[in-house]
């Protein structure tokens, strides 16, 4: 299982940027995706996630800007940034939870699954005054 995001970069205060993230494998379910960013300096938070039902969960300084979706079947998130603010500025991480999987590429109705949690690569946000 691996996930890999897109986008990010620099953009000025008040754009746009989209994140996607794209978790590969034989995956048959995952309960949650999400972002998570890191400031310099600053801990890890949570930025916004969403459950498989579509239920969301968005940090409060980025209510109303960011929107967070995904793919069940493409297996993808998406978090859509606008009105963007300097202190947006961070590395973003996507994040997968309850990821259940088939080992060697099939996934039949007995084969065994596995579960586990991971991390995308962290992608640069910068966003300028």
């Known amino acids: 299982v691996q996930l890999q995001a897109f986008g990010g970069g620099l953009a000025q205060s008040g754009g746009s940027l989209r994140l996607s993230c794209l978790v590969s494998?034989?995956?048959?379910?995952?309960?949650?995706m999400g972002w998570y960013r890191q400031a310099p300096g600053k801990q890890r938070e949570l930025v916004a996630q969403i459950g498989s039902d579509g239920t969301t969960n968005l940090a409060d300084s980025v209510k109303g800007r960011f929107t967070v979706s995904r793919d069940n079947a493409k297996n993808t998130v998406v978090l859509q940034m606008n009105s963007l603010k300097p202190e947006d500025t961070a590395v973003y991480y996507c994040?997968?939870?309850?990821?259940?999987?088939?080992?060697?590429?099939?996934?039949?109705?007995?084969?065994?699954?596995?579960?586990?949690?991971?991390w995308g690569q962290g992608t640069q946000v910068t966003v300028s005054s």
């Open positions: 994040r997968a939870e309850e990821i259940y999987y088939c080992a060697g590429g099939k996934c039949y109705e007995d084969t065994v699954r596995f579960r586990t949690d991971a």
């Open positions: 494998g034989t995956i048959v379910s995952i309960k949650d």
